[in-house]
């Protein structure tokens, strides 16, 4: 029988201090580990089974009989991608207590934060026509679901100029949430931007007395826009350390319906879906695995390995919506 659990939920029950470890590192640098469901199958894919008809329903009359009718739905195909890799180090290393930092300790870390800067970026960017290996992000699926999931922000060429005017920020706002209103029930998990989007939205809401927030694990602050999480999705692991503006994971480099320069961005509105079935979750063939520190046959160095076979699951076609041509001039 399925399993679904959130990594946070993980944590508690990991089964070692090492596996331990690498879990409470991705929930600090994974932007949707905290909250967002995954369902473990056993399964490398899953089939999912997406309504595209539904039946017709009506009223008849005395004596009438209804008219049959069938609904139709598509199966698609799901499925994971195994992430992961080996930390390799001198053995010498192992108990050198003549550092600040212990050299294997900090090599694990720093290949727990690299792990979770590429899983933001395919969150977003994942795209199997230019890496088959990893999993399919949201701009390529919303890309693939029904046009009144994407909303323009402005026509126009250059997009909606978002801080030239008062009115231009309301109508920021209106298109937010029109987007948001894309998903059933406008019931949204997650707002994920770009850092320009995240702090003009929150200049926005306090300027109407909207701002709210909140904190996550790690006690770090977040803003919440109608019960959804304002998530900035930050760079990709390349444009973390050198300041690298090009490398945002939420790009500020988009082209626009309307022509003009390619300087737009989107925000991505998101319903999660805690059991199978239901909108846009994560899945795995198992839990995320740990082994080691081991040494190597032949060698001098010690390993230890971390792997975790996960995809996401997109359900229901309105689980996901895009507000695109937006710019922050």
Known sequence: MAETYTLAEHLTTSDTPLQKGVIQGLLEWVKIAEFVPFVTTGKLNVKVNRWKRLPTAQFRALNETYPTSAGSSEILEESVFVAGGNIDIDRQYQGDSDTIVDPSENQLKMFIASMGYMINDYFINGDPASDPKGFTG?????????????VSAAAAADGLDVQASSANRQTFLDKLNETMHMIPGAQ???????????????SVLRREGLWRTDKDMFDREYGIYRGARLIDMGTTVTGAF????????LPNTESYTGGGTADGTSVYAVRFGREGGEYLHGWDKH?????GPFKLENRSQVRTNIEWPVGLALFNPFSVARLRDLSWV
């Open 138 to 150: 949201l701009k390529v699926r919303v890309g693939n679901l029904p046009a009144r999931q994407t």
């Open 188 to 202: 949204v998990d997650a707002l994920f931007l770009h850092q320009n989007s995240y702090l003009g939205l929150e």
């Open 242 to 249: 050198t300041g690298a503006t090009a490398n945002y994971i």
């Open 287 to 291: 839990k995320l695995q740990t082994e």
